[in-house]
């Protein structure tokens, strides 16, 4: 079965440090990879993607690697600050089959950054 | 610039009632629009989504039900809620089918059915 695994529940580093978030998938092939941040009650922010033929890819302090070979996508964030903490979400579109074109999310990773 | 909106924030209703949940999305055209739910501490479910006007496509039978009347404007509801029904309900839009650029949600409906 399809699978979308976020390795860590909850993540925890001090402030500076760079927080690294993995997201390893099971019976996908996707066209794309996403990731997205929500603060509690809201709804997701869509950060970065990340194309099947991409290997990495940044946006200020964040960064998104892609390993189709390995089935990974590791995500940064270098310099980390209190306001980055929130849950993280890893979400992939299928390049085919019956699911493809639709986003599929992983359970989230929960960040929290002290000062 | 486009904007989405879903309304009510929070709903509490009986089991039994009826649910109709609104969202409408401004500043595009022909966007693809989705339902998902979230439970308490669990990753986004896709209930359904729709490519046009009249479009459904169900990813989960269950009790509830969507329509697209109109071409931004996208409704979940039920004819009789469930205890199950419970949860973080939230729209969204994106540009083509699986967001090559990206979701852009809601701010969401937290139903708790009583």
């Known amino acids: 079965s399809q699978k979308i695994e976020q390795n860590s529940e909850a993540l925890n580093i001090q402030e500076g440090k760079t927080a690294t978030l993995t997201c390893n998938y099971t019976?996908?092939?996707?066209?794309?990879l996403q990731w997205y941040r929500q603060d509690p009650g809201r709804g997701p922010v869509f950060l970065l993607l990340?194309?099947?033929?991409?290997k990495e890819k940044r946006k200020e302090r964040l960064k998104v690697t892609f390993d189709t070979t390995l089935k990974q996508s590791l995500f940064h964030i270098t310099a980390s600050q209190p306001a980055d903490s929130a849950t993280y979400l890893c979400a992939l579109t299928n390049a085919g089959g019956t699911s493809y074109g639709k986003l599929t999310f992983g359970q989230g990773t929960i960040l929290t950054v002290h000062p | 610039s486009q904007t989405i909106h879903q309304w009510p924030a929070t709903l509490v209703q009986p089991v039994g009632s009826p649910l109709s949940l609104e969202c409408t999305v401004e500043g595009t055209s022909n966007p693809n629009l989705y339902w998902y739910r979230q439970a308490a501490g669990r990753g986004l479910q896709l209930l359904f989504y729709s490519v046009g006007i009249g479009q459904i496509s169900s990813e989960v039978p269950q009790n509830l039900s969507a329509s697209r009347p109109q071409d931004r404007q996208f409704i979940l509801s039920s004819k009789k809620l469930l205890l199950s029904d419970s949860g973080f309900y939230l729209c969204?839009?994106?540009?083509?089918?699986?967001?090559?650029?990206?979701?852009?949600f809601g701010s969401g409906t937290r139903l708790t059915v009583v």
């Open positions: 969204a839009w994106s540009a083509n089918l699986g967001g090559s650029y990206g979701y852009t």
């Open positions: 019976n996908y092939s996707p066209a794309y």
């Open positions: 990340i194309r099947e033929n991409e």
